[in-house]
């Protein structure tokens, strides 16, 4: 039996969209996955390989 996930789907699909918004920003791309991350309440790495 898989282990039950920590993060809504909901919260994954926002901070996902939240994380490529502000990348296109030229001015706020660097660490944008950590600042997003830590807005959200959500792991770094996580994030990191949600929007990759």
Not at 6 to 12: G, I, N, V
Not at 19 to 37: C, L, N, Q, S, Y
Request: a positive charge.
């Amino acid at each position: 039996m898989p282990a039950p996930r920590k993060y809504p789907p909901e919260l994954r699909e926002r901070a996902i969209r939240m994380a490529v918004e502000a990348r296109r920003e030229a001015a706020t791309r660097d660490g944008v996955i950590a600042r997003t991350a830590d807005q959200l309440g959500v792991n770094r790495e996580t994030l990191r390989n949600w929007v990759t």
